[in-house]
């Protein structure tokens, strides 16, 4: 075997070199290029049953990326979005291996032509005001965790941050004192963004930095677990989950509904979109790199569509039907 062809040269310079230095990759995007690339050599290794490190790059030909794509939705049950991000790990290394390996580009260029699968588009949820007010309002003020959860329910519901965004404020990232309150959010690809905060979640910050003793200058995280660290991502869907089970005993149409923190963030969109926002200014506040992205939120809000019909005449109330008099007309008339 050749030496151009051995895997692990090629991975060590994609991940320290391609990705780190000349990409500027984020934390975030390199562990899940990495998750994606692992699980692809561990799959291969057990299928051409060799030890990982044994792998040639030309093990991992386009039928064997192919079988892997495949299991990730037969056997893990992955949807067709992760079936997607994943390939794109794939394709990114490889991208690399035939610009790094001119004598492997070949089996770079078969690997490169597998398609993007393309995904049924499912309608985007949200929620209404009383019922985002329902969930921000079930979490108990009177114990530390209770003021904790709802300042943090408060915080997606205000803001529409991502998850991440959210649990990785700090404390110097807010300007509470300010005539008009906002926060730093640090999103994806390194694209920051400033965001105005509403009174309410400007009191509420206010109060739990107060309560635990830091300055609003200081870098310490704002939302912490049980052992004062930062907050998890599995924390904070399970503040989501622990508030919306309460909140389903008082409106019961809440456990039809998938309920998670992104959807806080589908919420304040359309409520945005509702009150006359225009979609640039939501692109921005959301954070979207497209407004393309933004636009979902237009194609989903029915009431709005149900009003164009009414404003467009075509409310399903029947009018005068045209009658033609000309005998052409007539006859395309009937057809």
Same mark, same amino acid.
């Given at each position: 075997?050749?030496?151009?062809?051995?895997?692990?040269?090629?991975?060590?310079?994609?991940?320290?070199?391609?990705?780190?230095?000349?990409?500027?990759?984020?934390?975030?995007?390199?562990?899940?290029?990495?998750?994606?690339?692992?699980?692809? @050599? @561990?799959?291969?290794?057990?299928?051409?049953?060799?030890?990982?490190?044994?792998?040639?790059?030309?093990? %991992?030909?386009?039928?064997?990326?192919?079988?892997?794509?495949?299991?990730?939705? !037969?056997?893990?049950?992955?949807? /067709?979005?992760?079936?997607?991000?994943?390939?794109?790990? /794939?394709?990114?290394?490889?991208?690399?291996?035939?610009?790094?390996?001119?004598?492997?580009?070949? #089996?770079?260029?078969?690997?490169?032509?597998?398609? #993007?699968?393309?995904?049924?588009?499912? *309608?985007?949820?949200? %929620?209404?005001?009383?019922?985002?007010?329902?969930? #921000?309002?079930?979490?108990?003020?009177?114990?530390?965790?209770?003021?904790?959860?709802?300042?943090?329910?408060? $915080?997606?519901?205000?803001?529409?941050?991502?998850?991440?965004?959210?649990?990785?404020?700090?404390?110097?990232?807010?300007?509470?004192?300010?005539?008009?309150?906002?926060?730093?959010?640090?999103?994806?690809?390194?694209?920051? &963004?400033?965001?105005?905060?509403?009174?309410?979640?400007?009191?509420?910050?206010?109060?739990?930095?107060?309560?635990?003793?830091?300055?609003?200058?200081?870098?310490?995280?704002?939302?912490?677990?049980?052992?004062?660290?930062?907050?998890?991502? $599995?924390?904070?869907?399970? @503040? *989501?989950?622990?508030?919306?089970?309460?909140?389903?005993?008082?409106?019961?149409?809440?456990?039809?509904?998938?309920?998670?923190?992104?959807? $806080?963030?589908?919420?304040?969109?359309?409520?945005?979109?509702?009150?006359?926002?225009?979609?640039?200014? @939501?692109?921005?506040?959301?954070?979207?790199?497209?407004?393309?992205?933004?636009? &979902?939120?237009?194609?989903?809000?029915?009431?709005?569509?149900?009003?164009? %019909? !009414?404003?467009?005449?075509?409310?399903?109330?029947?009018?005068?039907?045209?009658?033609?008099?000309?005998?052409?007309?007539?006859? %395309?008339?009937?057809?």
């Amino acid at each position: 075997m050749s030496e151009h062809l051995l895997l692990a040269p090629l991975l060590e310079s994609y991940f320290r070199r391609r990705l780190t230095k000349q990409r500027n990759a984020t934390p975030a995007t390199v562990a899940s290029y990495r998750d994606a690339l692992r699980m692809l @050599i @561990i799959f291969a290794a057990t299928r051409l049953a060799k030890k990982p490190a044994a792998l040639a790059l030309e093990d %991992l030909d386009r039928d064997l990326v192919l079988a892997f794509l495949d299991e990730l939705e !037969e056997k893990r049950n992955n949807v /067709i979005a992760t079936r997607n991000a994943r390939l794109a790990a /794939i394709r990114s290394f490889f991208h690399h291996v035939a610009a790094a390996d001119p004598a492997s580009f070949g #089996i770079a260029q078969r690997v490169l032509t597998i398609p #993007i699968k393309r995904a049924h588009i499912e *309608v985007t949820h949200h %929620l209404t005001k009383a019922e985002v007010d329902a969930l #921000i309002a079930v979490p108990d003020q009177r114990t530390s965790r209770g003021r904790r959860d709802r300042t943090f329910l408060l $915080f997606l519901a205000r803001t529409g941050a991502r998850v991440s965004e959210a649990i990785g404020v700090n404390a110097n990232d807010l300007q509470l004192e300010r005539q008009h309150p906002q926060v730093l959010l640090h999103g994806k690809g390194r694209r920051d &963004r400033v965001i105005p905060i509403a009174r309410d979640l400007a009191r509420a910050l206010t109060a739990l930095l107060s309560e635990r003793g830091i300055a609003n200058h200081e870098p310490r995280p704002i939302f912490v677990g049980v052992r004062n660290e930062r907050l998890t991502r $599995f924390g904070a869907t399970h @503040i *989501v989950r622990r508030a919306a089970a309460k909140a389903a005993a008082i409106r019961p149409v809440l456990s039809d509904k998938p309920i998670s923190p992104h959807i $806080f963030r589908h919420s304040l969109a359309m409520k945005l979109l509702q009150s006359g926002v225009d979609l640039l200014t @939501i692109q921005a506040w959301l954070g979207h790199s497209q407004v393309a992205t933004t636009h &979902r939120y237009a194609a989903a809000d029915v009431e709005m569509m149900r009003n164009g %019909l !009414e404003k467009g005449g075509v409310d399903g109330n029947r009018g005068v039907r045209f009658r033609p008099n000309d005998v052409v007309l007539q006859l %395309l008339n009937s057809i």
